[in-house]
């Protein structure tokens, strides 16, 4: 089975600009969780998603916002970039349906860069 | 604040010793996973622990899990060069939510 897979691996923004991350899941896995990687606060979990609803979001402001489509592929955006959003965005997938209690699968991950 | 705190921050070995890192928590678990990263690209799962498991093996590895405490370590053995990386523990409290820790930095010397 092929992994998840993530696109753009790198990207680089300046300050007010939007973007848009895409992420797909492994074939058969219907769960798709963000993170956000920055040295100083380390993995942040963004939100998760299942058959196209989001059931648990994470502490961040309302510029973040995600969504799922019916073939599991989510995207996640982020509106009015600020410097502080530079980071690693990390997609991980899991098997369906399950709160929890299996591994999950992540991606290579985007380089967002802010400048 | 983040669920997991783990210690020490950083460790420096010697190739064929032993690596242990410890990971703290906040509050009631379903499971506990630890994940391997390399270099700033993505996790790797390691190993899984459930709440009512104290002990769990994979090849070179061995996690233990105190619910009491809410701690859970992670041992590597024969620790090799490849195994250079950080180390994450995460928690999952059943809300479609993994809580990851700050983190081990792990360095075997050759």
């Known amino acids: 089975k092929a992994g998840v897979t993530q696109t753009p691996r790198y990207l680089i923004k300046t300050r007010g600009q939007q973007v848009t991350l895409s992420c797909s899941p492994i074939s058969g896995h219907r769960s798709v969780s963000w993170y956000q990687q920055t040295p100083g606060q380390g993995l942040q979990f963004l939100f998760e998603?299942?058959?196209?609803?989001?059931?648990n979001k994470g502490n961040f402001p309302g510029r973040f916002s995600g969504r799922q489509f019916s073939n599991s592929r989510s995207e996640m955006n982020v509106s009015t970039l600020e410097l502080g959003d530079s980071a690693l965005y990390l997609c991980?997938?899991?098997?369906?349906?399950?709160?929890?209690?299996?591994?999950?699968?992540f991606g290579p991950g985007t380089r967002l860069t802010v400048l | 604040s983040q669920q997991g705190e783990e210690d020490p921050q950083a460790l420096s070995i010697q190739e064929g010793e032993n690596a242990t890192m410890n990971c703290s928590y906040k509050t009631s678990i379903n499971n506990l996973q630890w994940y391997r990263q390399n270099s700033g690209r993505g996790l790797v799962h390691l190993i899984l622990i459930r709440s009512n498991e104290r002990e769990k093996h994979s090849g070179r590895l061995r996690v233990t899990l105190d619910t009491s405490k809410k701690s859970s370590s992670l041992l590597i053995t024969a620790s090799r060069a490849a195994d250079t990386a950080s180390y994450f523990c995460a928690t999952d409290t059943g809300t479609y939510k993994y809580i990851f820790g700050t983190g081990t930095r792990l360095k075997v010397l050759a």
């Open positions: 998603y299942f058959s196209e609803t989001q059931r």
């Open positions: 991980a997938s899991t098997l369906p349906g399950l709160a929890g209690g299996y591994e999950q699968f």
